[in-house]
């Protein structure tokens, strides 16, 4: 039996449950369909609730899971009780929370320029809007009477976590905080059976990175990865889907590189 099935069957409706923020497309969308390839029902939630997200949600249930869509703006506490409240209500209580949902700058510029209205509102949306949704989860998770075998919170930072980029630095401070908070929250609930993981997408294709495409597409040429390529959105969805299965069990607070070879410094 794999670790996987062991967890649902220790779950009492049999299939865990995850919640993915910033799900209706992108990497939200390439995480949402992987972790529903491991078994995972999903709870969907995003600012917006469009075609995108329908298509998400079509995507998820045709591998055979169940999946509802939520409307979240991650950055208003006040809607993270409520939400979590309707997924209990409607699947069931959670078992993984992928903190994916982020903005980029509205314009990148020089460091010099960035402006407080900037800074604020890159913080309350990558860091401060996850942190606290974290902090709700894990009071659930330690409430449970009866836990499931495995439980995870996954956070999705950037490599911009450790590479400064200093014509977007608010977006590089808010994604380099995600460590440390991934940390603390797994330093905090290691002993309940819980595990914190911290994600590291390098350059993906997606419309956040849309912008800087042709840049980008030069500078993989010339090597900026070890490996050439483009990053997929289906990249990052399978290395969280493998921490939220449990193959990684005797592991929390790590972070991981899924990003061709990017972090690696060379001379």
């Known amino acids: 039996m794999s670790h996987h099935q062991g967890l649902r069957a220790d779950t009492q409706r049999g299939r865990p449950i995850a919640l993915v ?21 999903l709870a969907l939630a995003d600012l917006v609730l469009d075609e995108e997200a329908q298509r998400t949600r079509q995507e998820v249930q045709a591998l055979g ?49 960035v402006t407080p209205s900037s800074f604020d509102r890159l913080l309350r949306v990558n860091l401060r809007g996850p942190f606290f949704l974290t902090q709700s989860v894990a009071q ?20 911009n976590a450790f590479a400064a980029s200093t014509n977007r630095g608010e977006y590089c401070i808010s994604k380099s905080a995600i460590t440390m908070a991934t940390q603390l929250y797994a330093a905090r609930l290691g002993e309940a059976g819980i595990s914190v993981f911290e994600i590291r997408p390098g350059v993906i294709r997606t419309d956040m990175t849309r912008v800087a495409a042709s840049d980008y597409e030069q500078r993989i040429r010339d090597g900026l990865t070890p490996i050439r390529r483009w990053g997929e959105p289906d990249d990052i969805g399978r290395a969280v889907a493998a921490l939220a299965s449990g193959a990684f069990a005797f592991s929390t607070g790590d972070a991981f590189h899924i990003d061709g070879g990017l972090h690696i410094q060379r001379l």
Not at 21 to 27: D, K, L, P
Not at 140 to 159: D, G, M, T
């Open 21 to 41: 923020t910033g799900a209706r497309r992108g990497i939200g969308r390439g995480i949402a369909t992987a972790l529903a390839s491991q078994g995972f029902d």
């Open 65 to 113: 899971s169940a999946a509802d869509c939520f409307e979240l703006d991650v950055a208003d506490l006040e809607q993270h009780g409520s939400l979590l409240d309707r997924i209990e209500q409607g699947l069931g209580p959670i078992d993984c929370l992928v903190n994916n949902a982020g903005i980029s700058v509205d314009k990148r510029g020089d460091l010099l320029e």
């Open 140 to 159: 659930r998770f330690l409430a449970r009477a009866q836990a499931p075998a495995y439980r995870s919170i996954i956070n999705v930072s950037s490599a």
